[in-house]
Each structure stands twice: as C-alpha cells, then as structure tokens.
C-alpha cells in the first residue's frame, strides 16, 4: 500500500513503525509496516510504502483511514474524583 502523507510528519516518521489502517473489505482494522520513506515530495506531500498482509489489490487510488505514529508526549494525569474543589480551587500536593 503507498501512502501520500502531509510533508509536516516527515521528520516523525520512521521505516519499521506499525501503521493501523481501517479497511473497508474487512470489520476491524488491520495493521502494517512501514517499509520505505521516498525523500522526494510530491504535491507537499511525503510518499511512503506499507507492507500489509491480506489487502485486497482491487483498492487503486481508494482513500483508506490510517494512524501513523508521528510522535509521543509524556503527561501526569489523575482521577478528578479524589481531588475534590475547596474554595473553588482544585488542588494536590505531589511528592
């Protein structure tokens, strides 16, 4: 499968990340591997194939929904409920 990505992602990309892709000849979703990055843009756009095991051949030039992992961000979250608000304040002490 080729894929034409937006030229913002390029640098995030990498050979060997699992691509998930929503099939229309199939419930669910199937997975991918990104097996090779073209440097040359085309239409602003960074061209990239995907090697995914039982897609149909019958989908040329179809539009698929995929998720290509471009990045990581790290966060702190919690449950709101044992941080109950007291003077309109919401508020934990870390340690």
């Not at 199937?30 to 073209?38: E, N, R, W």
């Not at 019958?58 to 992992?69: A, D």
């Amino acid at each position: 499968m080729r894929l034409a990505i937006p030229a913002r992602h390029a640098d995030l990309l990498q050979e060997g990340a699992t691509i998930e892709i929503s099939r229309p000849d199939a419930e669910g979703e199937a997975t991918g591997k990104l097996v090779k990055l073209y440097p040359e843009l085309d239409n602003n756009r960074v061209i990239a194939d995907v090697e995914v095991d039982g897609l149909k051949t019958g989908y040329v030039n179809e539009r698929f929904l995929v998720r290509v992992p471009i990045g990581e961000r790290h966060a702190f979250s919690c449950p709101q409920r044992p941080f109950p608000p007291a003077m309109g304040w919401t508020s934990s002490r870390l340690r």
